[in-house]
């Protein structure tokens, strides 16, 4: 069990305050008590002018009331709270210092990314708030971000281009102090059997932490395939023929279906 200094104060229900007499400032927050809260909790509230009034809470902002399931904050609870300051949590991206009103109000994200769901600078905002008014400003404190980089490699034959394509991609210094992962994109010969594993291999050690994912196409070539007596030739014409199927759905089966015929590892979680 945390044991909390006496300065901290944790809020366990619905929407109350604590006054700061010695800095004129009333801090206002609430408590997000389950996995999901479907109206607002920011109502209701009766401010003292006198005081500088800020909140702190878990919301997301919606255009409307009940919009989700994470106490749906729409503009106008912002703009009518009369606070001088809301620092909402939720979304894990800086916002911007936003403004409704005489409000002011911003989603700082989180310190430190820690997934690619978490892309970019994280930090925190730092600065002062006062009546009626801020200046507050965004302060990176992530040591390393996460990136998501789509590379593509069509008409690359060899995995020695593939690395050279994806290392010039990046700036070393860049590569070398964050997170990356590599999305490789383009339409490739059929004949071309590319392995994510190879791959990471040959670029690994130009990154700090990378991860490679194959989401190329099968180049078509309508001419060539017509030729190709092989099984693969005769699996790809019979796809073909299926023509009211759409060009995405016609790649990703063709793909697919060359690798089975290769006698090649097929993972159906990568086409999701």
């Keep these: 069990m945390i044991e909390w200094p006496n300065n901290v104060h944790i809020f366990k229900g619905a929407m109350e305050s604590v006054t700061l007499e010695d800095l004129g400032v009333v801090i206002w927050g609430a408590a997000f008590t389950s996995h999901h809260i479907n109206k607002s909790i920011m109502k209701n509230i009766y401010i003292d002018k006198k005081y500088i009034n800020i909140m702190t809470i878990h919301g997301d902002i919606s255009n409307n009331e009940g919009g989700n399931a994470y106490n749906p904050i729409t503009l106008k609870d912002i703009e009518s709270s009369n606070m001088d300051y809301i620092a909402i949590g939720h979304r894990h991206n800086y916002s911007g210092i936003l403004r409704e009103r005489n409000t002011c109000y911003a989603y700082a994200g989180c310190p430190q990314g820690r997934g690619f769901d978490e892309l970019g600078d994280k930090g925190v905002i730092i600065g002062e708030v006062f009546k009626g008014s801020v200046d507050l400003k965004f302060l990176k404190t992530s040591k390393r971000n996460y990136h998501v980089i789509d590379v593509d490699i069509s008409d690359l034959v060899s995995y020695e281009e593939i690395k050279d394509k994806i290392v010039s991609s990046i700036e070393e210094t860049e590569r070398k102090n964050n997170l990356y992962k590599i999305i490789l994109r ?87």
């Design 186 to 272: 383009g339409e490739i010969d059929s004949y071309i059997k590319l392995n994510e594993e190879i791959i990471f291999e040959k670029i690994k050690e130009y990154f700090y932490f990378v991860k490679v994912v194959d989401k190329t196409g099968v180049k078509l070539d309508f001419d060539k395939i017509s030729k190709d007596y092989s099984i693969k030739g005769v699996f790809a014409r019979k796809l073909l023929e299926e023509n009211e199927l759409e060009d995405e759905i016609i790649k990703m089966a063709l793909k697919i279906g060359i690798q089975c015929l290769s006698n090649e590892e097929v993972n159906l979680n990568d086409y999701k």
